[in-house]
């Protein structure tokens, strides 16, 4: 099977301009996440969505940062605008709903300059 | 609140060696325990999996093991290879469905 898809692989902005990442998770991955991972970290999650609704997104930044998943299936992540401090590789993964395992994709590694 | 602790932080081995890498967490109300590998600019592959009924899983030379109790993991590495080298990040995750993850060690294995 296709794994977690995520595009661009790498984006570098100049700060407060806009960005957006796109993810298409695996095909009857009812959840999809978006985790931050600043450089030396572990990742951490920025929103969970179930099907098409977020169920968890008491971490992400709403003052500046959104995100949707129309249709319970792919999903983008907004920046607008971005911060020198937004500089960090953006994840997406998915899993069954229930299930136990996640799976990653390549990640976004955005740079704001 | 769940932390996660891994150590060593980085780790330099000469190809051939047994390795062991260690997590530890704060907080033994877990679903199950994740180990990860990253490769430089790329995203994670899981690994093993360990539920929280579960002591230990196996994967070829990988193999970890877990202690719910005293909050620890360890993930075994046989006869390390130059391909091994990689960042190895361990995860749990609570009833929320939501990883915390460690802040990783970083693994060089040289020929």
């Known amino acids: 099977e296709a794994g977690v898809v995520q595009s661009p692989r790498y984006k570098i902005i100049e700060k407060k301009q806009p960005v957006a990442f796109w993810c298409n998770p695996i095909?009857?991955?009812?959840?999809l996440y978006w985790y931050l991972q600043n450089l030396g970290q572990g990742p951490e999650l920025l929103i969970r969505y179930e099907n098409e609704e977020a169920v968890d997104d008491s971490q992400l930044p709403k003052d500046r940062f959104s995100a949707e998943r129309l249709k319970g299936v792919d999903s983008t992540l907004k920046i607008q605008p971005a911060e020198l401090g937004d500089s960090a590789v953006y994840l997406c993964a998915s899993s069954r709903e229930g299930g136990n395992g996640y799976t990653f994709g390549s990640g976004t590694r955005l740079t704001v300059v | 609140k769940q932390e996660v602790t891994q150590i060593p932080a980085a780790l330099s081995v000469p190809e051939g060696e047994n390795l062991v890498l260690n997590c530890s967490f704060t907080?033994?109300?877990?679903?199950?325990l994740q180990w990860f590998r990253q490769d430089p600019g790329k995203g994670l592959t899981s690994l093993l999996l360990?539920?929280?009924?579960?002591r230990e899983q196996t994967s070829g030379r990988l193999n970890a093991s877990l202690d719910k109790s005293s909050g620890r993991s360890t993930l075994y590495i046989a006869a390390s290879q130059p391909g091994d080298s990689a960042t190895y990040l361990c995860?749990?995750?609570?009833?929320?469905?939501?990883?915390?993850f460690g802040t990783g060690t970083r693994l060089q294995v040289f020929p």
């Open positions: 907080d033994s109300a877990i679903y199950n």
């Open positions: 995860a749990v995750r609570h009833n929320t469905d939501k990883l915390i």
């Open positions: 360990i539920q929280s009924s579960q």
């Open positions: 095909s009857g991955h009812n959840t």
